[in-house]
């Protein structure tokens, strides 16, 4: 990345705003010594602004970067004592959001351990198959998983709550130094189709993928930000690293409340929001508190924006909403700010500096512009590949995201939905998305999905499953019929059903394979 564009959008953000010569020295030693893990982000923004709140949780923790850094190091210092764990070794971090989880996540990157950020939406049977697979050591854990915890082996040593703050307590004074390789983190794949599976986070190799973000979304140095999105999620962690970066104020809340979350972002007067859709989509459904809060940002990502939710909230908080369009295995591939989410309310935006984005046909060539093709995109934190050894499509240096989409004449980009849930209902390509997209704009529907399912005349055929707003309801073949008046007749489905709630993760993505079901 161009060294003009780093320097004028740190500037542009407060990042080089001066500060005293000693604390700017040791800030930079910092990052010169410990590299952009987050450790290294903690450790510069503790030298930098040692005093300044790091983290704020419901449980009353209220951690300065001093502090936040003295207690990662003491736990750090704990684990490789107790356990004897050594760079390369692999402990698992199943935690909601709060201090503890950053504390630990920290910890093994300063020991050089790989991070695997554990679901916290798996049952018994995942979590043990993640454990074998993924060789942990030792598994870091809320209480509340407890029982879920049963099935594992009896040899894997568990650290409770209570276990951690023992931990560090009672660590033995002692010098840290960077490790011999950099700890790693894993994310797991959401699994909503299959099994999780671990994928491996590069370490940022400079300022390049934090300059990328913050020139889009307008994030500045000493913020404060409320992280709604799970941090097990690559899009919390991002956040968290961001937040690292820009010696952020951390609002984190274990659970998402909809009521707790708009209260906390007025009384930490909050100046940014991380969220995944479905989150905001509930903030729309709860009376906003007065004054409202006044945010600069609301981020999105993890999933495609519902039809008109974009329009809805910014009319309700003001043209404050971006989406980012990524993946676990392509970081960010695009983002959609106000301007264009007013302009088209379901675009994913497009690429931001340093990425690139191609929309490709099977061969592997360029499609036309307004073309659906394959989505492939480079940039500067592609992930590794899988743990288990495979890899995803790599074209060029750019890997295959998964999803179908078009860029428009603009050069916005539309995805139209995963690769795999593309539908072929009588000889015509189906995608579920722009049914989704359409059926979200009655008002009598709270949330929808649309999913494929066996058809014996027809080879498959289109089913969606409608949650609707309390008090409501729609027949079904009004809802056909209102498909009908704007889509091809092989868009409309042919099933409708009236669900109380659809069935979703941890992220907000909806499990379709638990809608499925209603066919076995």
């Not at 971006?322 to 983002?335: P, R």
């Not at 046909?361 to 590794?384: C, H, K, S, Y």
């Amino acid at each position: 990345m161009d060294l003009p564009f780093v320097v004028t959008t740190l500037t542009r953000r407060g990042l080089l705003t001066p500060g005293r010569p000693v604390r700017v020295a040791a800030q930079l030693n910092a990052l010169r010594r410990w590299g952009f893990s987050l450790a290294g982000e903690l450790r510069q923004a503790a030298a930098r602004d040692p005093g300044r709140t790091a983290v704020i949780d419901e449980q009353g923790a209220e951690l300065t970067y001093a502090d936040l850094l003295g207690r990662a190091e003491a736990l750090a210092r704990a684990l490789r004592a107790t356990y004897g764990l050594q760079a390369g070794d692999r402990i698992g971090v199943l935690c909601r959001n709060h201090h503890g989880l950053i504390e630990t996540i920290v910890a093994a990157t300063v020991l050089g351990v790989d991070a695997v950020l554990v679901n916290t939406g798996l049952s018994a049977t995942q979590l043990a198959t993640v454990a074998d697979e993924q060789r942990l050591r030792v598994l870091v854990h809320d209480d509340e998983f407890a029982e879920r915890l049963l099935g594992l082996p009896a040899e894997l040593p568990r650290v409770t709550e209570q276990a951690r703050e023992g931990l560090v307590a009672n660590s033995l004074p002692g010098v840290l130094s960077p490790p011999e390789r950099d700890g790693r983190i894993i994310v797991l794949t959401s699994g909503t189709t299959g099994a999780p599976k671990g994928a491996r986070r590069p370490t940022p190799h400079g300022f390049g993928p934090l300059v990328a973000i913050i020139d889009r979304i307008p994030l500045h140095a000493r913020d404060r930000v409320l992280i709604a999105a799970p941090i097990f999620h690559t899009w919390g962690f991002a956040a968290l690293q961001i937040c690292f970066a820009l010696r952020a104020t951390v609002v984190l809340h274990r659970r998402f409340d909809p009521a707790a979350t708009l209260a906390a972002l007025a009384a930490q007067r909050c100046d940014a929001l991380f969220a995944v859709p479905v989150m905001v989509q509930r903030l729309l459904e709860v009376p906003p508190p007065e004054p409202r809060p006044r945010l600069k940002a609301v981020a999105l990502s993890g999933s495609a924006l519902p039809g008109g939710l974009a329009t809805a909230f910014m009319d309700a908080y003001g043209d404050v909403l971006y989406n980012l369009y990524g993946s676990t295995e392509v970081s960010w591939a695009s983002i959609a700010g106000p301007r264009e989410l007013r302009a088209a309310p379901t675009t994913a935006g497009r690429p931001p500096h340093g990425t690139r984005l191609v929309i490709l046909d099977e061969t592997g060539a360029p499609v036309p512009r307004g073309q659906v093709g394959r989505i492939f995109v480079g940039n500067e934190m592609l992930f590794e590949g899988y743990t288990s050894g495979a890899d995803r499509e790599r074209r060029d240096g750019l890997v295959d995201t998964g999803d179908l989409g078009r860029l428009d004449a603009d050069g916005l980009l539309f995805v139209d939905g995963r690769a795999d849930d593309m539908i072929v209902s009588g000889g015509e390509n189906v995608f579920p998305s722009e049914v989704e997209t359409l059926l979200g704009q009655l008002p009598q529907v709270r949330e929808v999905a649309v999913i494929g399912v066996p058809d014996s005349e027809y080879g498959q055929r289109l089913a969606a499953f409608l949650a609707l707003h309390p008090d409501e309801t729609l027949d079904p073949e009004a809802v056909r019929e209102y498909v009908r008046r704007h889509l091809a007749r092989f868009s409309v489905p042919r099933d409708v059903v009236f669900v109380k709630y659809l069935p979703r993760n941890a992220t907000g993505k909806v499990l379709t394979r638990e809608l499925r079901r209603y066919y076995d």
